[in-house]
């Protein structure tokens, strides 16, 4: 492919800034991509092709820029450059650091984040969307292939945010990738919306936390040619969730009966690793808001049981992570299940745990509570840590949790004595103890 701009190239920003050009970095369906540098840092420049370089797609930038970001996690338009000479025009934004990983990369295995960053990178996506839909916009083509996360930290970027549009407005032509697409689009009966995100929303979480797509089951066994009338059948008419627990038609099979994995084996192997609430907010987001897009899952829905599922997070004795489910405790009469380890199968202890509300956070070795825990106007912030679980200085038997709030908080003992807890100090992790952080009481159990 010959190359749009060459390295030491100069082209203008609207806002008058020079823009040199480094290196190609890659191309697509619509343009080039190249290192450069503006404004004294390294940025992104993306130069669109003749055929992509419409009024629409000016237009549509010019509108994005002055709008601004919904947040930091988008990398997006900051000015458009045009270059005497060449024809088109392009746009400039931040770069993407090396240490951000497509998800193509997770669900092939190239990375094998734990399942903390896992849950940290679906919190930052489902946020980041929510206040895309916010300011009244929509992503158009959530899917796996703009996603980005670190897979250290959980950390995410979105990348191809020249293709946002304004709510229900048709705008390009753009209707998603096809496998992230709702079925309403696929059949062609409606246009990209913020409810047709939600349900691209919906797959992109199942593929971080299943590694398969949703609707990828036993069915495609029948199918000679995946070809595009075959997906449309799939992902647009005939739509069945793999774990839909009133449809089998469409079921995952495990690894003895499709070696390949091409009908679901690898997500079957991970649903069962997830607590219930988890996999029943999945179950209504591909058999209710598969069928009735406005009854499809929410943002906050998926924030709020994101949230829980890293307050259930605790480790097996082999040092497994496993997690708390509260129906499999209800049906047990007290008791985990087993680890989903296969080397061990053992059935963990459960470490002390605290109830704030209605939530339940696993006190396990490196657990932390945040705002989201303490304050009702601060969820899902898990920016810094109130309260961080330690080790005795002397005791390596005893274990409390330390206040590190900048607030004193108020315990009440297992034995009815109170106790002042200043910042710095720690409340020993023991049953019934209670504690006053303020605007919030826990109680420790075990």
């Excluded at 009024?55 to 010019?62: H, I, K, P």
């Excluded at 753009?174 to 919906?202: C, H, Q, W």
């Excluded at 890293?310 to 499999?328: I, V």
Aim: include cysteine; proline fraction near 6%; hydrophobic fraction near 35%.
């Amino acid at each position: 492919m010959n190359e749009l701009l060459q390295p030491g190239q100069l082209v203008q920003s609207r806002s008058g800034h020079p823009c040199k050009v480094l290196k190609f970095l890659g191309g697509g369906g619509q343009g080039e991509v190249y290192k450069a540098e503006w404004c004294g840092g390294e940025y992104a420049l993306k130069w669109y092709y003749d055929n992509s370089a419409t009024t629409d797609q000016r237009a549509a930038l010019e509108t994005l820029i002055s709008e601004g970001k919904p947040s930091e996690k988008f990398l997006w338009p900051e000015d458009l450059a045009e270059a005497s000479g060449v024809q088109g025009f392009g746009y400039i934004m931040r770069l993407r650091p090396s240490q951000y990983k497509s998800l193509v990369d997770l669900v092939t295995g190239r990375i094998q984040p734990m399942f903390l960053s896992l849950i940290a990178a679906g919190l930052e996506f489902t946020r980041a969307f929510r206040l895309l839909h916010n300011k009244g916009l929509c992503y158009r083509d959530i899917s796996f292939g703009n996603a980005f996360l670190d897979p250290d930290t959980g950390d995410v970027l979105i990348c191809d945010n020249d293709n946002v549009a304004i709510n229900r407005k048709s705008q390009g032509g753009l209707l998603g990738t096809p496998d992230f697409m709702a079925p309403e689009i696929v059949r062609m009966e409606a246009l990209p919306s913020n409810k047709t995100d939600l349900y691209s929303l919906a797959v992109l979480l199942f593929y971080i936390f299943h590694l398969g797509h949703p609707l990828v089951g036993k069915r495609v066994l029948n199918i000679r040619c995946w070809d595009l009338p075959a997906r449309n059948e799939v992902f647009g008419n005939k739509p069945v969730f793999i774990f839909d627990p009133d449809d089998d038609s469409n079921a995952a099979l495990d690894l003895a009966h499709d070696p390949t994995g091409e009908t679901g084996g690898t997500a079957l192997i991970n649903w069962n690793i997830y607590p219930r609430f988890f996999r029943d907010t999945f179950i209504k987001a591909f058999t209710t808001g598969v069928r009735e897009p406005d009854a499809r899952v929410t943002e906050l829905e998926w924030l709020d049981t994101l949230a829980n599922l890293r307050d259930s997070l605790f480790k097996c004795a082999c040092g497994t992570p496993n997690f708390y489910d509260p129906e499999m405790i209800k049906a047990s009469g007290g008791q985990p299940a087993p680890c989903w380890s296969q080397s061990c199968r053992r059935v963990p202890k459960l470490p002390f745990r605290i109830r704030i509300g209605k939530a339940v956070v696993m006190l396990n070795a490196d657990s932390r509570l945040y705002p989201h825990h303490m304050d009702d106007g601060r969820h899902f912030d898990f920016s810094k840590p109130v309260a961080e679980v330690v080790r005795h200085p002397t005791d390596p038997n005893v274990w409390g949790l330390k206040n590190v709030s900048g607030d004193k908080w108020v315990a009440t003992l297992s034995n009815g004595a109170l106790k002042d807890v200043e910042q710095g100090r720690s409340v020993p992790l023991a049953t019934n103890t209670k504690i006053n952080f303020g605007k919030v009481e826990g109680e420790i159990r075990y």
